[in-house]
């Protein structure tokens, strides 16, 4: 008599039972490899989000200074500036470094240079320049060529700089010297800047002349977190960094002779607003910013509130400045946050004390 072989209808229902508790560990340990996997790059994403906003403001901050500021003192303390058919400073406060305090927000910070080695060795004039006057007069003409920017200025004199494009130049017989010629209206130099400027001074003779090359004035800010570079001579904005909730910063002070840091002030009374020993005295800029993981972090216990960041107290350097990473969002606790912070000397204003 043949007997038929095979699986039972309990045989089947134990092996798809086993099947299903293996798949099921095997979906349990996937899900926690994948929710590490994307913790571990979300967490990388916020620290090279920190390290791309510090890296890009230190690029700048460490260049600040050059032409406004010589033999370690502040040569320009406000700036003229048109640009393009517009007014871009009308006496605007100058310095390497200009921190605007954001409260409980986000800090600005903004920093101004030229780009050529040339505006740390400026001419002098050999004759007065009325405000009015289209031309001012040096001893040579050696490194100043046509379409060159400079900025023109006295030291000491409490009167804005002004931002000049060399439109063509001249010999002078008496006194022997060159013109530099600044006709306008082209790109940089207006019709007429004693009606284009509130205070466009006379310069005196000794006045300084200064080839600046490009002139760089830039203002960092975090906007919708995003750290955005705004060029304050065009008005474009460019995202530096996404994912940046908070910016702070603080200068880095002396005593105003020597190059040894003795304290970090943040930019409130009496900083807010830098007198010009004040300015004088900084010799370096500490910046750090806050990054969030992209990634938002399911919380430990199923169906309960967030709980990946625990305190909304967010102290950025010992001693210093706390943000609160609630005005973040009501779904801050959701996510990590990264915090990193630079200490940028300025170079400029410490090689020329």
Known sequence: ???????????????????????????????????????????????????????????????????ISLDGRLSCRSLNIFR??????????????????????????????????????????????????????????IGFQVDDLILVGAPGANTPCTLMQISST???????????????????????????????????TGSLVQRVGNW????????????????????AVDVIAEDIVYMKAAYGTTDGVGRTIEQWVPPVDPWDDPSLAQLNAIRAVLIAVVARNPQRVKPSVAGGGCDATSS?????????????????????????YRTLRLAVPLRNVIFGS
Not at 4 to 17: A, D, H, I, K, Q
Not at 183 to 197: K, M, S, V
Not at 312 to 336: H, I, K, M, Q
């Open 84 to 141: 393009n058919g517009a007014i871009r400073a009308n006496s605007a406060a100058a310095a390497p470094v200009l921190i605007g305090d954001g409260g409980d927000d986000s800090d600005t910070l903004t920093v101004t240079f030229a780009d050529s080695l040339q505006a740390a060795m400026p001419a002098q004039s050999i004759r007065p320049m009325d405000a009015d006057d289209t031309s001012i007069l040096v001893p040579n003409e």
């Open 216 to 235: 760089n004035w830039l203002t960092y800010r975090v906007t919708g977190g995003r750290l955005e570079e705004v060029d304050n001579l065009t008005g």
């Open 312 to 336: 909304n107290s967010l102290e950025l350097w010992p001693g210093g400045t706390v943000v609160d990473l609630s005005r973040v969002g009501a779904d801050w606790n959701c996510f990590t």
């Open 1 to 67: 008599m043949m007997r038929e072989r095979g699986f039972t209808l309990v045989s089947l229902m134990v092996g798809l039972f086993v099947s299903m508790l293996v798949l099921l560990a095997v979906y349990g340990s996937g899900a926690f490899v994948e929710t590490n996997r994307r913790q571990m790059i979300a967490g990388n994403a916020a620290f090279e989000n920190a390290m791309a906003a510090l890296l890009a403001m230190q690029r700048s901050t460490k260049q600040a200074g050059m032409a």
């Open 170 to 204: 001249a010999p002078s017989a008496s006194p022997a010297g060159s013109h530099l010629l600044h006709e306008g209206p082209n790109d940089w130099n207006p019709a007429d800047r004693t009606t284009t400027f509130t205070t466009m001074p006379s310069y005196p």
